[in-house]
């Protein structure tokens, strides 16, 4: 379902048809809600805080792709939540407003964000600007910029990574290999397949460069957001990344 309130209910990741996590920070539960069912159809899957605090804690635990920020929330406004946001995070964001001021616009737009709509809007109106915002950037190797899995998101177009919120410093090689496993997340991919992706070779007999590169994302990244297991070893074959639930907060 498009509406993410079950906390068991995971981040649906795969490369023929992944489902993108948006968060929608707004306190105006009807229209939000409405955006939730509109949105699942076309891929996305959302979830809903009514409060700056509580968008802030479900950015945190990772997975998200995109925020739609409202500039009028109930504890605090939206300008100053987009500017701690890009204290740590590039993650896009589309802000949201009832005031016609130019000055509002200029004001979000040189704070960060990555586009403006002002309300009323339509649904068919937002999901073109989302579309839009997530085809910015030239990521000439893979077909999607962003992939969100869990805390994890990978940017291909400036091929960065961020874990629980915090940038991950991973070399050319290192990235090519999550990638891969990220995108086929839940199977398993074969050693040969992973080195010929990240290192531009065939494997020879005793070839330990995939699992040297799994060994140092794993000290990394550490576990997923269960405690559990990141990437597990397949006897023989390669290596699967593990998808865990993601908690989600709703205030």
């Not at 792709?65 to 740590?88: A, H, N, W, Y």
């Amino acid at each position: 379902m498009p509406l993410t309130a079950n906390a068991e209910s995971p981040v649906t990741v795969g490369s023929e048809s992944p489902l993108r996590q948006i968060l929608l920070i707004d306190d105006d539960r009807d229209m939000a809600e409405m955006l939730a069912e509109y949105l699942g159809p076309e891929g996305f899957s959302v979830d809903l805080a009514y409060t700056a605090k509580g968008g802030l804690n479900r950015l945190q635990k990772g997975g998200v792709v995109l925020v739609i920020l409202d500039v009028m929330l109930p504890d605090r406004d939206g300008f100053s939540v987009l500017k701690e946001i890009r204290q740590t995070s590039r993650i896009p964001v589309i802000m949201l407003t009832t005031r016609s001021a130019v000055a509002d616009r200029v004001s979000g737009l040189e704070g960060g964000a990555d586009d403006y709509v002002p309300k009323p809007f339509t649904p068919i109106e937002l999901l073109a600007r989302i579309r839009t915002v997530l085809r910015r950037g030239q990521p000439s190797r893979f077909g999607s910029s962003f992939l969100a899995i869990d805390d994890l998101i990978l940017d291909a177009g400036s091929r960065t990574v961020e874990c629980k919120g915090m940038a991950i410093a991973c070399t050319a090689a290192e990235f090519d290999v999550l990638h891969a496993l990220a995108s086929s997340a839940g199977k398993t991919m074969s050693r040969e397949h992973l080195t010929r992706i990240a290192l531009g070779r065939a494997p020879y007999a005793g070839d330990r460069g995939i699992d040297n590169l799994v060994y140092a994302l794993r000290k990394k990244l550490g576990p997923n957001p269960k405690g559990k297991e990141r990437i597990r070893s397949v006897r023989n074959t390669g290596y699967t990344y593990l998808l865990a639930p993601v908690p989600t907060s709703k205030e």
